[in-house]
């Protein structure tokens, strides 16, 4: 296994895989505990053989890495419909991820301010999830926005007649994704005002644009905010983590006549949706 740490690229910050144990979906500790240390790649660890198949993108310096990393998470089976696939290819995920880190790399990456960019699988299923209740015209709540990823995808589902609003609680992430905004494929609703972006406590919803076909929370919440319920539309979905340290993804749905299902997905691990001063004293 040493080798396979040698073959690490030198622009993988050590540090980063660190800090990215504390709070992912899919982090790199994922790849190594079953097949860490001394035990042989042969074991057929398919996290591992992944990551070196990612490894090679960097290296080959490909031309559309970000089309490479969609189609890596298409042979994964993280992401099924053509639909998703083509907006994961026109987001370009490099826009949202800070210089420093590596952006096709299926891992969250720390955005600052004790947050992070979640792994590019968990984007992918959030998007599967969500897919249907992101149609033309519809209106989208993406509550946690963070670096304005999932927004801009959002928008570009919903497109110029639909609505993708942002909440994030950190002034400084919701300008920073404002720029990566800028810099993306959804740009022009940004200037259109289809796609916006705020500074808000996510846990009230953002009622000026609701009821919301699709919500969105991209942190883990204790338990599922009330007004963020009242604000979703009947027939719409909301996609959120819940919980404290184990945390599952859940599909709420709410139905025509205003009754909730919910379902669990999957277990995840993502920040908490809490107060701002309790996110800057690192929780
Ligand atoms: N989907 C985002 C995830 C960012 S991490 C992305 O991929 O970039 C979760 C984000 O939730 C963090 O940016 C954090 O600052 C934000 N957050 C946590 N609690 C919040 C709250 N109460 N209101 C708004 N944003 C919150």
Not at 74 to 101: N, P
């Amino acid at each position: 296994m040493s080798s396979l740490r040698l073959s690490l690229p030198l622009s993988v910050p050590r540090i980063s895989l660190l800090q990215s144990r504390r709070y992912s979906s899919c982090d790199f500790s994922r790849f190594f505990p079953s097949c860490y240390p001394g035990e042989k790649l042969q074991r057929g660890c398919r996290r591992l053989q992944s990551f070196l198949e990612m490894e090679q993108f960097w290296i080959a310096g490909s031309i559309d890495k970000n089309k490479a990393l969609v189609e890596h998470l298409q042979q994964y089976g993280k992401l099924r419909s053509d639909k998703v696939a083509k907006i994961m290819e026109t987001i370009d995920r490099a826009l949202f991820v800070k210089k420093e880190y590596p952006p096709y790399v299926d891992s969250p990456m720390p955005i600052g301010y004790n947050a992070t960019i979640s792994a590019p699988h968990m984007h992918a299923l959030c998007l599967e999830l969500l897919k249907d209740h992101l149609q033309p015209g519809m209106h989208a709540l993406d509550v946690g926005s963070g670096s304005g990823y999932l927004t801009a995808c959002f928008a570009l589902m919903v497109g110029p007649e639909g609505r993708a609003v942002g909440i994030e609680h950190i002034p400084e992430l919701v300008a920073a994704s404002i720029e990566n905004v800028k810099r993306s494929a959804a740009a022009p609703l940004l200037e259109k005002g289809s796609l916006s972006l705020h500074v808000a406590d996510g846990r009230d919803g953002w009622p000026e644009a609701a009821p919301y076909d699709a919500i969105h929370v991209g942190a883990a919440a204790p338990e599922i905010p009330k007004a963020l319920l009242d604000q979703l539309k009947p027939g719409g979905r909301m996609v959120i983590p819940v919980g404290h340290y184990f945390q599952d993804l859940q599909v709420i749905d709410k139905k025509l006549d205003g009754s909730i299902t919910s379902r669990n997905v999957t277990g995840v691990r993502y920040v908490p949706l809490t107060s701002r001063s309790a996110q800057l004293q690192n929780y």
